[in-house]
């Protein structure tokens, strides 16, 4: 009896295990398939996790999208193909660093523009000192031309306005110089004055040109010596026919009288000279004042 539950006990092992193996393979390999397929699903999800990490459009970016628009804008990036830069000093340095930066860049200006720049100024500045003496000096010739006394009257010499030959008419009738100019048929008394470039805030140099005049403040060359007519005494207030005004009352002041001594008297007086005897007596009346200098002076 043992023996035949044995036997049946092993019929029905073999009959299990000669079953259908495609049975068991496909039951196997299905498994196999759907453990696959899920580890594939979860490898596609995390891959595309992955691949929205890494910035879009960027140099390594291999995806088809990204290839097309972005990803060629990588040879733009390198240096070789970036623009030039401006050059140092140019108005894109001046954009450059913080305000301090900006600030000096634009007050520097544009490299050698800049100190193209720097070298106007002077010309400006001289160009409106121009145009000051200019307008300055038309002003006086107007208001000369408008004197009812017929005082002085003005020629331009070499029809240049910052050069006048002055003709002096008229002094005090009662002096001894009056008297001169009478007997001697002497119509005027003919000076010279030069306007310089920054008048009417400095002096213009007269001096005496016709007749030769001894004493009255007329020194040698025909310089004259008035304090007015001096830097430090000069003011811008002071017009030509205030000068000449003063320069007449001078004359009487001083005794001034027509030289008549033979061949003096016709000796002309000289430009050279008469700046050399005014920088001498300014430099004299620096030291003492305007005052009678000591006679070892002169």
Request: proline content about 7%; some cysteine.
């Given at each position: ?57 960027g140099a390594g970016d291999a995806s088809p999208g990204s290839g097309k628009g972005k990803g060629k804008r990588a040879p ?100 001894v110089l009056w008297q001169d100019m009478k007997e001697t048929n002497t119509e005027f008394i003919l000076l010279n004055l ?50 000449m005004r003063q320069f007449a009352a001078s004359l009487v002041k001083g005794q001034g009288r027509i030289c008549r001594k ?37």
């Amino acid at each position: 009896m043992a023996t035949l539950l044995r036997k049946i006990g092993l019929i029905r092992l073999h009959n299990r295990d000669t079953e259908d193996p495609k049975h068991h393979h496909n039951h196997r390999g299905g498994g196999g398939q759907q453990s696959a397929s899920l580890r594939g699903k979860g490898g596609a999800k995390s891959g595309g996790h992955k691949q929205q990490q890494h910035p879009p459009g960027g140099a390594g970016d291999a995806s088809p999208g990204s290839g097309k628009g972005k990803g060629k804008r990588a040879p733009e990036l390198a240096p070789r193909d970036k623009p030039p830069q401006p050059a140092a000093g140019a108005a894109g340095a001046a954009g450059s660093g913080g305000p301090r930066e900006r600030a000096a860049g634009a007050r520097a200006g544009p490299g050698p523009a800049g100190a193209a720049g720097g070298s106007l100024v002077p010309a400006a500045r001289q160009q409106h000192c121009a145009q000051v003496r200019s307008r300055r000096l038309m002003k006086e010739l107007q208001d000369i031309a408008r004197l009812s006394d017929r005082f002085i009257s003005v020629e331009l010499v070499d029809d240049s306005l910052f050069d006048w030959n002055v003709k002096l008419h008229q002094v005090d009738k009662d002096s001894v110089l009056w008297q001169d100019m009478k007997e001697t048929n002497t119509e005027f008394i003919l000076l010279n004055l030069t306007f310089p470039d920054n008048f009417p805030f400095s002096p213009p140099f007269m001096r005496v040109l016709s007749p030769r005049l001894e004493n009255g403040y007329v020194l040698d060359g025909g310089a004259i010596c008035m304090e007015l007519l001096t830097p430090r005494g000069w003011s811008s207030a002071y017009t030509v026919e205030a000068v000449m005004r003063q320069f007449a009352a001078s004359l009487v002041k001083g005794q001034g009288r027509i030289c008549r001594k033979a061949g003096k008297s016709k000796k002309s007086f000289s430009r050279k000279e008469a700046e050399a005897t005014f920088k001498s007596l300014v430099k004299t009346h620096e030291k003492y004042g305007w005052v009678t200098p000591p006679v070892s002076d002169g």
